[in-house]
C-alpha cells in the first residue's frame, strides 16, 4: 500500500502543474528503449521549463527594451520570443541532465529537508547568477531604471525558479525515497532571503564596476602648462601610405620631413586604430571597440545595445531567419582625444569628422562628429556611387575645417579624411575609376596641407594602410625635427607637447618635435562619458555601410 504522506504530496504537485499521473513509474522504465519514459521525461522536465523561463525572460526583455528605447511592441514581442525560447531551452537541458543523475544514483533521492533546500538554492541561485552574467555583456552602466527594473525581475525569477526546481526534484526522487519526512512543509523563508540578498549584491557589485570609469573619469588637479602661441593643425588619412605620399613632389615641398614608421596592428578596426592615434594609448586603455547589435528580420529594425552573452540569438533566431548579429560603429571611448586635453584647459581646438566623437560647440572645442557629416553628405547626395560619397565627405570635411578656422582660429585643428581607404579598399571600383579617384582625393590633401600652413598652422600629416592595404605608415610634418623619429604612437604626445602641456607615461610614444625638456604626469585618466552606449542613427549605419565599413 502507498504511503499516504506520498500520495497526498503527488496531489499537491499535479494540483501545482509539476507531475503527471505517471511520474511514479519513471523509474521503472529503462531509458533507452521505453516511450513512456521520454514521454514523462519530457512532459515533466517541459512543465518545469516553461513556468520557469516565462519568469527569466521578463529581466531579459525588460533590461533589453530599457536598453534600446523607444521599442515597438512588435519587436519587444520579437526579441522576448527569442529570450523565452532560449531560456525554456536551457532549463529543459539542465533539468534533463538532473534527472538523469538521479536515475542513475538511486543513492541521492531527496530525503531530507536540508538537501532539497541545498540544491533548490544552488540550482536557482546558479541560474539567478547567470541572468547577471547575461546582463554584464552589455556596453555600459546601467541606468537607475534598469538597475530597479532588472534587479527586482531578477530576484523574482529567483524566488519562482526555487518553487519550480523543489518540485521537479521531488518530482524523480519521490518513487526512490518511498517516503517523504515533511520536506515540503519546511520553512525556507530564511534560507531564500540569504541567496536573495546574495544576489542582490552579485547586481549591485557588478553594476558599481561597470559604473567605475564614470566616476574616475576627471582630470588630475594640477597639471602646470607651458604658454605658447604656437598653431598647428593634425591631418588624419587613412589609406594613405608612405609610398603614395613619396611620389607627391608638391607635397615633399611643403613638408619637410616625411617619415615611414610601422603600421598599427592589422587586426583593428579603422576606429580602434585611428583612436590609438588621437590617444596616443593602446586599445585597451581607450576602450574603443567594435560593437555588435541585432537585426530583426521583422522590421528590419537593428537593437543597438544588445549583451555579448546573448547566444539564443545565434543558436535559435539566426538558424531560422529571424534576427542576425550585425557590426555597428563604435561608441564607447575612454581616453580624451589630444584635442580633448588641450580644450578643457583652455587651448581653444576644432575637431571635423573623428571617429567616437560626438558634435561639440562650446568655448574650448567646436566638434563636428563623422555621424552628423556622413549623415548629412547621405542626404544631400541620394543615389551617388559610394567612390563620389566619399569624394565628397573628405571635401566637406576639409570646407567645414576652413569655415570654422576662419570664424574662430583655434590653436589646434584637427580633420580626419577617410575617402582614400574607401576607394581603395572597401568598395568596388576598376582600376582606372580607383586610380582617377585616388589620385583626386589625394590632390585634395597636399591642397589641404598646403592652405593650413599658409594660414600659419604647423602641420603634421599621418597616414594609416587601410584595410587589407599594404605598405608602411606616414608621418609628415613642418615642425623642425628634435632628434626623436616620427612615429604614429608618437602624434597625440607631440601635440600635447608643443601646446605645453606634459605628457602622460601611459602614452606609447615621445614627443618628435617641439621644444627641449618633455615634462610626464602619471596619466590624464579617462574622459567624461566613458561608460557612453549611444545610439546610432539609420542614416550613419546606412551610410557605413554603402562604404563597406560594414559588411
Not at 582606372?432 to 585616388?438: D, E, M, N, T, V
Request: glycine share 8%.
Amino acid at each position: 500500500m502507498t504511503d499516504p504522506s506520498v500520495d497526498q504530496l503527488r496531489q499537491q504537485l499535479r494540483d501545482l502543474g509539476y507531475l503527471t499521473h505517471g511520474i511514479e513509474r519513471w523509474f521503472a522504465l529503462d531509458p533507452w528503449s521505453s516511450r513512456t519514459f521520454w514521454a514523462e521525461l519530457l512532459a515533466v522536465s517541459a512543465k518545469a521549463s516553461l513556468l520557469s523561463s516565462i519568469f527569466a525572460a521578463l529581466p531579459l526583455l525588460a533590461i533589453t527594451i530599457l536598453r534600446n528605447r523607444p521599442l515597438a511592441l512588435a519587436d519587444a514581442l520579437v526579441i522576448g520570443g527569442i529570450q523565452a525560447a532560449g531560456a525554456f531551452a536551457s532549463l529543459l537541458l539542465l533539468i534533463v541532465l538532473v534527472a538523469f543523475g538521479l536515475r542513475r544514483n538511486p543513492a541521492l533521492a531527496i530525503d531530507s529537508p536540508a538537501l532539497l533546500t541545498g540544491l533548490t538554492l544552488l540550482f536557482s541561485g546558479g541560474l539567478s547568477l547567470a541572468l547577471v552574467v547575461w546582463w554584464s555583456g552589455f556596453d555600459g552602466a546601467p541606468t537607475t531604471a534598469e538597475l530597479a527594473v532588472g534587479g527586482a525581475l531578477i530576484v523574482v525569477f529567483f524566488l519562482a525558479s526555487s518553487v519550480v526546481v523543489s518540485a521537479a526534484l521531488l518530482s524523480f526522487s519521490i518513487h526512490e525515497a518511498k517516503r517523504v519526512p515533511a520536506v515540503h512543509r519546511k520553512d525556507r523563508t530564511m534560507p531564500m532571503t540569504i541567496v536573495a540578498i546574495l544576489i542582490a549584491c552579485a547586481i549591485g557589485a557588478w553594476s558599481f564596476t561597470a559604473a567605475a570609469p564614470a566616476r574616475s573619469a576627471k582630470p588630475p588637479a594640477s597639471i602646470p602648462v607651458l604658454q605658447g602661441d604656437s598653431k598647428v593643425a593634425l591631418i588624419a588619412v587613412d589609406g594613405l601610405t608612405h609610398d603614395i605620399l613619396a611620389t607627391r613632389k608638391d607635397a615633399a615641398a611643403t613638408l619637410g620631413t616625411i617619415a615611414a614608421t610601422p603600421p598599427l596592428a592589422g587586426s583593428l578596426s579603422a576606429a580602434e586604430r585611428w583612436a590609438t592615434v588621437g590617444t596616443g594609448t593602446a586599445s585597451s586603455l581607450h576602450g574603443v571597440h567594435a560593437i555588435e547589435g541585432v537585426r530583426l528580420a521583422t522590421s528590419g529594425r537593428v537593437l543597438q545595445s544588445v549583451s555579448r552573452y546573448a547566444f539564443a540569438i545565434d543558436a535559435i533566431a539566426a538558424p531560422l531567419g529571424i534576427a542576425s548579429r550585425v557590426p555597428l560603429p563604435p561608441t564607447a571611448r575612454r581616453r580624451a582625444y589630444a584635442w580633448e586635453i588641450l580644450a578643457e584647459r583652455g587651448v581653444p581646438s576644432l575637431a571635423v569628422n573623428w571617429w567616437v566623437t560626438g558634435d561639440t560647440d562650446t568655448t574650448g572645442l567646436r566638434s563636428i562628429s563623422q555621424e552628423a557629416l556622413f549623415s548629412r553628405m547621405a542626404e544631400q547626395m541620394p543615389g551617388k556611387s559610394p567612390a563620389e560619397l566619399a569624394i565628397a565627405i573628405d571635401g566637406e570635411a576639409i570646407r567645414r575645417a576652413d569655415a570654422e578656422i576662419a570664424k574662430r582660429s583655434p590653436r589646434f585643428a584637427t580633420i580626419f579624411l577617410p575617402a582614400l581607404d574607401i576607394v581603395l579598399n572597401r568598395i568596388e571600383l576598376d582600376a582606372g575609376a580607383r586610380l582617377a579617384a585616388s589620385s583626386a582625393i589625394v590632390d585634395g590633401i597636399v591642397a589641404a596641407v598646403t592652405s593650413l600652413h599658409a594660414r600659419g598652422y604647423e602641420v603634421i600629416l599621418v597616414g594609416l594602410p587601410g584595410e587589407g592595404q599594404s605598405g608602411d605608415a606616414v608621418v609628415a610634418t613642418t615642425l623642425a625635427a628634435s632628434g626623436e623619429q616620427p612615429r604614429i604612437a608618437g602624434v597625440a604626445p607631440t601635440v600635447l607637447h608643443l601646446a605645453g602641456f606634459p605628457v602622460a607615461s601611459d602614452m606609447q610614444g615621445k614627443p618628435f618635435a617641439g621644444p627641449e625638456g618633455v615634462r610626464t604626469i602619471a596619466s590624464y585618466g579617462d574622459r567624461g562619458g566613458a561608460a557612453s552606449d549611444a545610439q546610432t542613427s539609420e542614416e550613419y549605419y546606412e551610410s557605413l555601410r554603402s562604404l563597406g565599413y560594414i559588411r
